[in-house]
């Protein structure tokens, strides 16, 4: 699954190279804003392929969980990289709009066009990962994104060459390269919200449902704690009052049955404290 992230990686440098060159020869603010986006997705899916590659790595003594907080920081790097991604759209956008430069919708449009297999692949490729970690749904997510916003490249140049004006081809090229501005900050927004998540040690949703599957078995587990080191590691504490005539075989045994029924809600890792009834 790794050489899914390789190959993506090598697509998306070749689309960059291809819509940057197309950017020059039509001077289109929306192309040159979407080769920008690329680059910086290129840089994201380089990086991610090193990510994958080091979260498989063993816990060692110093890492005791291993590497897969790495996830939680190839994401919030992904989102940082898509903000400035925005930040050069917008600047090259109105800089272009300023100065009133004719777009060439001719060479837009069959350079766009041809930019198209450059995404499909990847599309395809990241669809096969998007649920084996934060880092590669980030990175679909990326992808989704892209497509779209290079099919309003497509049309975009397609209007200009039909209507061949110079300053309404300018408008409209300025308001497609912020409509896809527009979806940079929403897919930001999504991927910050998930690392956040991550980072912050946030609570799964169903926090509620565990302590109640839990509680019906074993009225004495309390002070359970929930959390994803990553998503392929979810953690958990408990504590549990019993009773002092219990001995260690039997605390062992009903540990096991503890984990038992942390491992059906997805928790992979527990550490269980057993405490004297008062």
């Known amino acids: ?107 837009g449009f069959i350079i766009s066009v041809v930019s198209l297999p450059f995404l499909t692949v990847p599309l395809y490729l990241l669809n096969k990962l998007k649920n084996s970690g934060i880092n590669e749904k980030a990175n679909f997510k990326h992808n989704i994104s892209d497509t779209f916003t290079l099919f309003i490249v497509v049309i975009t140049m397609l209007i200009i060459i039909l209507i061949k004006n110079n300053l309404i081809s300018i408008i409209i090229d300025t308001v497609s390269s912020f409509v896809i501005i527009i979806i940079f900050i929403i897919t930001a927004y999504s991927i910050l919200k998930d690392s956040a998540s991550y980072l912050l040690d946030r609570s799964p949703d169903n926090i509620s449902e565990i302590e109640n599957g ?41 540990e096991k049955s503890l984990n038992d029924i942390l491992n059906k809600y997805g928790i992979n890792h527990s550490t269980i404290q057993f405490e004297i009834k008062k």
């Not at 020059?24 to 994958?52: A, W």
Request: overall charge positive; some cysteine.
């Open 1 to 107: 699954m790794k050489s899914n992230f390789l190959i993506s990686g090598i697509l998306y440098w070749a689309l960059f190279t291809i819509l940057f060159s197309g950017a020059i020869f039509s001077r289109s603010s929306v192309m040159l804003s979407e080769s920008f986006h690329q680059l910086f997705d290129s840089i994201s899916l380089t990086f991610g392929y090193y990510v994958s590659l080091m979260i498989t790595k063993k816990p060692d003594k110093k890492f005791s969980y291993g590497y897969h907080r790495l996830e939680g920081i190839s994401s919030i790097l992904n989102f940082f990289i898509i903000i400035t991604g925005i930040i050069l759209s917008v600047f090259i956008t109105v800089y272009s709009l300023y100065y009133l430069i004719p777009v060439n919708g001719f060479y």
């Open 214 to 254: 839990l509680g019906v078995k074993y009225p004495g587990a309390h002070h359970l704690h929930v959390w994803k080191v990553c998503s392929h590691l979810t953690v958990a504490t408990l504590h549990v009052t019993e009773n002092g005539d219990k001995t260690l075989n039997e605390l062992t045994s009903e």
